[in-house]
């Protein structure tokens, strides 16, 4: 990455500008590094996590229990994605996102 002035640096190109993804040991938790946007990114996840009204919350949870899902990962499907899953048209994706639910179990064991 090019440096700038005062210890700044330039993202890679493609990079959201947001918090480091990866596992990395730190005592802080932004990961080593100026703060930069961490608490803006913070703030913006709670923000799309809480105070969802319990109508969205039930049909949300219905409509993953009918397709296999967790809530967590229906809703985040919508939030990253903006796409809400149904059967058979989103067969291929469901199954995928079950695949990844097998491998962060077998990670975690």
Not at 25 to 31: A, E
Not at 36 to 55: E, F, L, M, S, V
């Amino acid at each position: 990455m090019k440096t700038l002035g005062q210890g700044a640096s330039l993202p890679k190109r493609g990079h959201n500008g947001g918090p480091r993804l990866d596992n990395e040991r730190s005592s802080r938790p932004w990961g080593k590094g100026p703060v930069g946007t961490y608490y803006y990114w913070r703030a913006a996840h709670d923000a799309a996590w809480r105070n969802i009204p319990r109508d969205t919350v039930l049909r949300r949870l219905e409509r993953a229990a009918s397709i296999g899902l967790t809530w967590r990962e229906y809703t985040l499907e919508i939030l990253e994605r903006g796409r809400y899953l149904s059967l058979p048209d989103d067969s291929a994706r469901i199954a995928e996102i079950k695949a990844a639910r097998r491998s962060r179990r077998r990670m975690a064991d």
